[in-house]
């Protein structure tokens, strides 16, 4: 069964965006805490919702907004979270138009993929230091929590986003 | 020709993408100082300003709520501490006029919450609340109530990052706790956890450093004070050559818990006891001096 969904406008998208701005920098530390590996990354899901229904043009654009306010956050190497969203951001829209459907299961993998992609690059980018342990140690319960918090946020709010779903 | 290449929307799929990973390549080959002072920028005088003092509220929020217990037993522990620190403190001043040293200078620090992100790479450099506005400099040492954490790297209206020890960047000069051997503590590539591990490399080939041995800064090098506790030996990570031997340490503040630092000021007048203690003693010296040269 497909849900239909009309297309959101632009202020629904924007009111979606500053929602999850406000779960990253205001709930997020009250939940979690220095629990980071266990806290969802609302700022990567709302990059993500938006490129994976936007153009390769405007994913790029979005990721590089993003990476650029992630390296200002975490400076430990300027350009590596840059790179990373740039990338995930590009291939998230680009990726989503040629291969994927709008299945509510292929969306948690992409969301949690896309986690995981971003976070490999930013390690290799970073360089000094180990890749696979971060990522399947910290990276791994990360992925998991984002993506299923992606999935109930895409659920809830699948008309602000623009989703389809087959159910 | 494909159906609708020729479309402006089409056009800057093809183009943006390019100019955007490009710009992020050339950012990751620039200059650490220039990348530190954009982020710094970034960080003073864009809406970010605005989510770090929202991300800065929560943190306080959820200490004030979550940990006052924790606080509280510190607190206690601490006065019970104190108590027995007022005799030491007029028994090591006495002790102090009788060698003829000045008084023990205090130094006085800032506190700030650390505001967790979510890149991998958070754990090298912190995010913390606290910043010039507030006496925060570049270089101030970093500590957690168990040790030492790093040192103030860039500083902005509003905030600071402090580089951790798991900064490929960070050296420290250490000493054993006896004051036996001297190194130096950096980060070495983690083997199985999330961040690098700590290791001190010291020249002395002959003598060994026991399992369990507490490593403190030695004070040298003008960024940390002397005494502080670093981590302590946790076996031997490897051996070069046959004359330098490296130590693997478990630190005493752990990255991935911390949740406040002090950020020790380092102003004219709160050198390290040590530095003050080494003026002191060859501005006597010189004076003993010349009153020796005089006829």
Redesign the interface.
Known sequence: MRMRVERASTGQMVLASVLL??LH??????LF??D??W?P?F??LAFLLFAMHS???????A??LV?????????????????AH??VG?VA?WGRSVFFTDNLLVTALFLGAGLWLR?LI??L??????VL???L???AP?ALVTALTGTLLVLLFRQWFSVRLDL | MPIGVDRP?AR??????LV??G????????P?R???D???A??AW?P?RA??W??E???L??TSA?RFAVVTAQRDSAILAARRADQLDSENRRLRLLLGLGDRLATPFVTAE?????????G??L?VSAGGERGVRIFQPALAPEGMVGMV??IAPGSA?VMTW???EFRASAVTEDGRLFGIVA?S????????EMVFRTASYRDTIPQGALILTSGLGGVFPSGVPVGRVAGLAREQKTWERVYRLVPTANL????HLLLLQRDSAAVPAAIADSAFRRRQEEQVREEDDEP
């Open positions: 701005l406000l920098f205001w709930v997020r530390p009250r805490g220095t980071s590996q806290a990354d700022l990567l153009g390769p043009g405007a994913g790029a654009l990721g590089f990476g650029l306010a992630e390296d200002a956050l975490v400076p430990a190497r300027f350009g590596a979270g840059l790179l740039t990338l590009t829209a976070d930013v390690l980018a970073s360089g000094g230091g180990d342990g971060p990522l140690t910290a990276g990360h | 929307e800057r799929d093809a183009w943006l993408p955007c990973i710009l992020a390549v050339a950012a990751l080959f620039l650490a220039i990348g530190y954009v982020a710094a970034l960080r864009s970010l989510l770090i929202l991300q509220q929560a943190v929020g959820r979550g650390v505001l967790r992100q979510e890149l991998p790479t958070d090298r450099t995010l790297r860039t990052v798991a900064h490929p980060a590539g983690g083997r199985d956890g999330t961040l690098p991935g818990t911390v949740d």
